[in-house]
């Protein structure tokens, strides 16, 4: 503890020429929802038709669980946890770039069409091509860098503008919806039934491989993300103030858009296009830090929390039937977008 | 402050510029010269190129053609964080991120001498104190900029720029939407930076009273080419003000300071063509 107050926006940690800034509320949320993402993850693992009490899942995690624990956490739900946790994560963590970038809270990839347009991508290719895994995760990460490069093309125009890349991206998500709309009308009847169930977005039978495919993204993209946190905070300040500064902000915006797209594309690929993680979860994470830039890290923290929330509630909270997480957390974060936009209005 | 900047004093310049966007051209073969360690102030009507010509100076447009030399270097040649280190530049429409404080937005100023594992060194932490004590907002330092007055705002950005510690600030209005007293404030501010910071200025305003008040070399605009500059007391004639801003007026001497002075001609007494004509033209 420093008993003088310095001005500097964080606290600092210096070591000779070494120095870094840490937002104390950052680091205290991130904890904080660490914890609460390991207890949820805790009672995920434990709850179920063969229920295994909180000490025998721990010993189980441990490598020290019965052939039935060990079979039911690991093989049934130690998966789908990881999958929503992954998913999750590079949801919110995606959620995060994009509202910093169009400094504009709807401006997230399910409702700017980036999600929307990795959906478009993997029903092709699981409609058209093959439905194995590959395909459909080829064709997600297609679809999403496709439909960033459209919105971004059409809201080009000296710059980008926030409100203008918002406006164009919806109506880009409208044109996609109705895309797979009309692919799954021409696909053959089971096809289209086990879609569509994908396209509410669905944890049920996700195995190792889906968990995989949103773990990759979240290993290897949420570092590039951390990396790009500075030029992201600089890029707030509006391009000519950034660039005056020394932030080169062409390619800084690119690179924070592909970072973005690959992280919402490889969660739209292993859990299917779960709208509202990631437009919430930066939104909430931010509320609780007080912080200003992306806050990746929170955000993706949050993204996993609500997710496997959403999750349990999904698989136990709705008495025998079984809702896809999708349409849960749809309906949690429905409640959250008319109360953020109600209080945006009185707010003014 | 210090007096180290006497190797290169911030020597800016431009020639042969060709400056628009898209294919919407605004300058055509300008040329300028920044007379290092002055106290510059453009002048000129609305949408005649000020802004644009500023940009360009500082490297945040490229010019179509031509180029701009900084101490004996093109502008495009220097890395972007070096040239953030010699030159600052407060755009006209400055908006700060939701939420941020005070001392959040000032320390921005210090990006470009910044690394990935050099966050906030020593001589971060005391050009932010400086630049802050320099604009008195120490106090606002925990404020989120957002609930300020227009003053303070402004005041604000002029220490993230001045945290920068650039030979050469930039400044494109930075008295716009002050009231009277804060201009004032706010351009003595500036002329404190130029006298005892020796750094050299260059600022758009408005008020052609505030611009022969401060400046110590004037330059004036009109529809993208540079139509007079010098000293404040030989360029702002009645006549060059009834070219430029199609303003009838009369010149006097600044009672409190000898400068000159614009006082609009009576509306009786203006003839109806100018009242008409160019006046309205932009
Ligand atoms: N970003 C822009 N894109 C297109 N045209 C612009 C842009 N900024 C300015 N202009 C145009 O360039 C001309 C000069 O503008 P500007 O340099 O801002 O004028 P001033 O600062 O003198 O008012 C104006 O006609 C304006 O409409
Ligand atoms: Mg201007």
């Known amino acids: 503890m420093t008993l003088t107050h310095p001005p500097a926006p964080g606290a600092v940690w210096r070591r000779g020429n070494l120095s870094v800034l840490l937002h104390r509320r950052s680091v205290l949320v991130g904890l904080a929802l660490f914890g609460l993402v390991v207890a949820v993850g805790l009672v995920t693992l434990s709850v179920g038709n063969f229920a295994i009490s909180i000490p025998d899942t721990v010993r189980t995690l441990l490598g020290n669980g019965s052939v039935d624990t060990d079979y039911v956490i690991f093989e049934r739900r130690l998966p789908r946890l990881l999958t929503a946790l992954a998913a999750g994560a590079a949801f919110g963590a995606s959620g995060a770039l994009f509202q910093s970038l169009t400094r504009n809270p709807l401006g997230s990839p399910d409702i700017i069409g980036f999600t929307a347009g990795a959906s478009t991508g993997a029903l092709s290719a699981f409609l058209l091509i093959g439905t194995t895994l590959q395909y459909v995760a080829t064709g997600a990460i297609i679809g999403g860098l496709v439909s960033a490069a459209v919105v971004y093309g059409l809201a080009y125009r000296r710059g980008t503008n926030s409100y203008r890349l918002v406006l164009i991206g919806v109506a880009v998500q409208l044109l996609l919806l109705s895309t797979n709309t009309f692919l799954l009308m021409r696909a053959d009847v089971l096809d289209a039934q086990s879609a569509s169930w994908w396209l509410v977005g669905s944890l049920n039978g996700r195995n190792y491989s889906y968990a995989a495919i949103a773990g990759t993204a979240v290993v290897l993209l949420l570092p590039a993300a951390l990396l790009l946190h500075r030029r992201c905070l600089m890029l707030e300040l509006g391009d000519a103030s950034a660039r005056a500064l020394g932030v080169p902000v062409e390619r800084s915006r690119l690179a924070v858009v592909a970072v973005g797209v690959g992280l919402a594309a490889a969660a739209t690929a292993s859990v299917?296009?779960?709208?509202?993680?990631?437009?919430?979860?930066p939104q909430l994470a931010r509320r609780l830090t007080t912080a200003?830039?992306?806050?990746?890290?929170?955000?993706?923290?949050?993204?996993?929390?609500?997710?496997?929330?959403?999750?349990?509630?999904?698989?136990?909270?709705?008495?025998?039937?079984?809702?896809?997480?999708?349409?849960?957390?749809?309906?949690?974060?429905?409640?959250?977008?008319?109360?953020?936009?109600?209080?945006?209005?009185?707010?003014? | 402050m210090s007096n180290g900047h006497s190797d290169h004093s911030g020597d800016l310049s431009g020639s042969g510029l060709t400056l628009g966007y898209d294919r919407r051209i605004v300058s055509r073969d300008l040329t300028v010269s920044i007379p290092p360690g002055s106290f510059t102030v453009i002048i000129g009507p609305n949408a005649c190129g000020k802004s644009t010509l500023l940009k360009a100076l500082s490297g945040i447009v490229t010019p179509n053609d031509g180029t701009v030399v900084l101490d004996g270097k093109e502008l495009s040649r220097y890395p972007a964080k070096a040239l953030a280190r010699k030159l600052g530049l407060l755009p006209q429409s400055a908006?700060?991120?939701?939420?941020?404080?005070?001392?959040?937005?000032?320390?921005?100023?210090?990006?470009?001498?910044?690394?990935?594992?050099?966050?906030?060194?020593?001589?971060?932490?005391?050009a932010v104190t400086s630049a802050m004590a320099a604009t008195g907002v120490t106090d606002l330092a925990d404020r989120p900029v957002d609930e300020l007055s227009g003053g303070q705002r402004q005041r604000v950005w002029l220490a993230m720029v001045l945290a920068q510690q650039t030979q050469l600030l930039l400044l494109d209005e930075p008295t716009t939407f002050l009231d009277i007293a804060h201009q004032i404030d706010v351009l003595d501010l500036c002329a404190d930076l130029h006298e005892q910071g020796g750094r050299t200025l260059v600022a758009v305003l408005h008020d052609l009273n505030h611009a022969a008040r401060y400046a110590t070399h004037l330059i004036v605009m009109s529809q993208g080419a540079i139509v007079a500059e010098g000293k404040p007391a030989e360029v702002l004639t009645e006549q060059l003000v009834t070219d430029v801003f199609g303003l009838q007026c009369q010149v006097i001497d600044d009672p409190q300071t000898g400068t000159p002075m614009v006082v609009p001609a009576h509306r009786r007494s203006r003839s109806r063509e100018f009242a008409l004509g160019s006046g309205l033209a932009s």
Not at chain 1, 274 to 280: H, K, Q
Not at chain 2, 104 to 123: I, N, T
Request: aromatic content about 6%; charged content about 15%.
């Open chain 2, 95 to 126: 908006s700060a991120p939701d939420a941020i404080t005070v001392v959040d937005l000032v320390s921005r100023g210090r990006y470009p001498y910044q690394r990935m594992l050099r966050q906030w060194s020593a001589e971060d932490e005391e």
């Open chain 1, 272 to 281: 299917g296009p779960i709208a509202f993680v990631a437009l919430a979860a």
């Open chain 1, 292 to 348: 200003t830039g992306p806050g990746v890290l929170p955000a993706a923290l949050m993204g996993a929390l609500l997710l496997s929330v959403s999750d349990l509630i999904a698989q136990h909270g709705l008495g025998e039937d079984q809702a896809p997480v999708g349409v849960v957390s749809s309906c949690l974060g429905g409640g959250y977008l008319i109360w953020m936009l109600s209080r945006a209005r009185q707010g003014g």
